[in-house]
Every structure is written in structure tokens, then in C-alpha cells.
């Protein structure tokens, strides 16, 4: 079996790599299909499986990371406004907003 899950540099799964993975597996599996060849289609859904998890702990990664950073950018945003100290509340704005979008970019569909 493929492992996908840690085939970046850093050993942290990516969604272009869990991507990739699945398209090469499904590719994989086809051909098997085609030819009849069993090993071929057994490789191809081992592949596509371990890219479908490596995009998706990318994802639940990424919306995580994107939740810390609006709680964080909230709090120094507040913090912020509490003190007077506008350049803490504006830099807290800007990380909330980060985050947000994070989030959306991660959520699931």
C-alpha cells in the first residue's frame, strides 16, 4: 500500500498531494480494470484511499489552524480595544478575519 499521508516534506498531509494521489490511484485502478490485471486495481483503490485521507486531514488541519487563529486574533482584538491600544485590536482584526477565511476555505462541503 501507498502511503500517502507522508509523502510531503515535512510529514504533514497536503491537499495537493492527497489530491494527486487519489486522481493516481483512480488512474491506476482503471488500467487494472481495462486489463483485468487484479493487483493493478487493488494498488489503484489502496492509493485513491490514502489520498482521500491525506486531503482530508489536510483539511480538518487547516480549518483547526484557521479556528486558532480567529480565537486568537478576537481575544488580541479585544484586548486591544480594552486597553486603547489600536495596533493590537487592528492586528487582532486582521488574524480573526485570517482565520475566518481559513475556515472557509477548509470547512466540508
Excluded: C
Aim: avoid cysteine; charged fraction near 25%.
Amino acid at each position: 500500500m501507498t502511503s500517502s499521508a507522508n509523502n510531503t516534506m515535512s510529514g504533514e498531509p497536503n491537499k495537493l498531494s492527497g489530491q494527486f494521489h487519489s486522481v493516481k490511484g483512480t488512474v491506476v485502478e482503471t488500467i487494472g480494470n481495462l486489463t483485468g490485471a487484479s493487483s493493478w486495481q487493488e494498488s489503484g483503490k489502496e492509493e485513491h484511499a490514502a489520498g482521500e485521507a491525506e486531503y482530508n486531514a489536510a483539511q480538518a488541519k487547516g480549518y483547526v489552524e484557521g479556528t486558532v487563529d480567529r480565537i486568537g486574533g478576537k481575544k488580541d482584538a479585544i484586548a486591544g480595544a480594552v486597553t486603547g491600544d489600536k495596533s493590537q485590536q487592528a492586528a487582532g482584526n486582521v488574524r480573526h478575519d485570517k482565520g475566518e477565511a481559513q475556515q472557509e476555505i477548509n470547512k466540508n462541503a
